[in-house]
């Protein structure tokens, strides 16, 4: 990594890799990509923050319908804009090794768009639009409307519908490949 190691203090690297799920080789794959999204500025460093659509520039996030979503969630200012840590956590999420019920937790912060600790109705039209686009079929939005008045079943028995949704994104997230989020001589 040439230089790289100067980066980090040995506390630093300590820390991210107790806190997060991914080795030393990893981390510095991490900042390296942070790093590259401003490849001309010299002054650019871990202390600094990448906007959104700094971030939006990276192949992975360019055509993600949720890269708005994924940024809020892992932002810790929560607009979206990261610090290298922010992006480390996220990367950490995203990779093979965390463990499947914290990728459970992200998806579920993901899709919740009104933030309001619950999988909704209006939540799940958001996510169906944002997947297939806004000029969805009106066989579709009939099924929208016949859902919204499901909601009365949803609050009979909200934890049923929770441990449905769970299995469901547990499901989703199994296909869900990490492998373009890394550089495969690295990770």
């Known amino acids: 990594m040439g230089g790289g190691s100067s980066v980090f203090t040995h506390q630093e690297m300590d820390d991210y890799q107790e806190l997060t799920y991914l080795t030393k080789k990893e981390i510095h794959h991490v900042y390296k990509r942070f790093r590259d999204i401003r490849p001309n500025d010299r002054n650019f460093s871990k202390h600094d923050k990448l906007n959104p659509e700094e971030i939006y520039s990276l192949p992975e996030f360019s055509v993600n319908p949720f890269k708005d979503r994924i940024l809020r969630v892992f932002s810790s200012s929560g607009d979206g804009s990261m610090t290298f840590e922010d992006f480390l956590d996220m990367m950490s999420v995203f990779s093979e090794s965390a463990p499947l019920s914290i990728k459970i937790d992200y998806a579920f912060r993901i899709y919740d768009f009104d933030e309001d600790a619950f999988i909704g109705i209006d939540d799940i039209i958001e996510v169906i639009k944002r997947l297939i686009g ?54």
């Open 134 to 187: 806004d000029n969805y079929s009106a066989t579709l939005k009939e099924f929208s409307e016949e859902r919204k008045k499901d909601k009365e079943s949803i609050k009979k028995d909200p934890q049923q519908k929770v441990d449905e949704e769970l299995k469901q994104v547990a499901e989703s997230l199994r296909c869900f490949s990490t492998h373009q989020l890394k550089d495969p001589e690295l990770f």
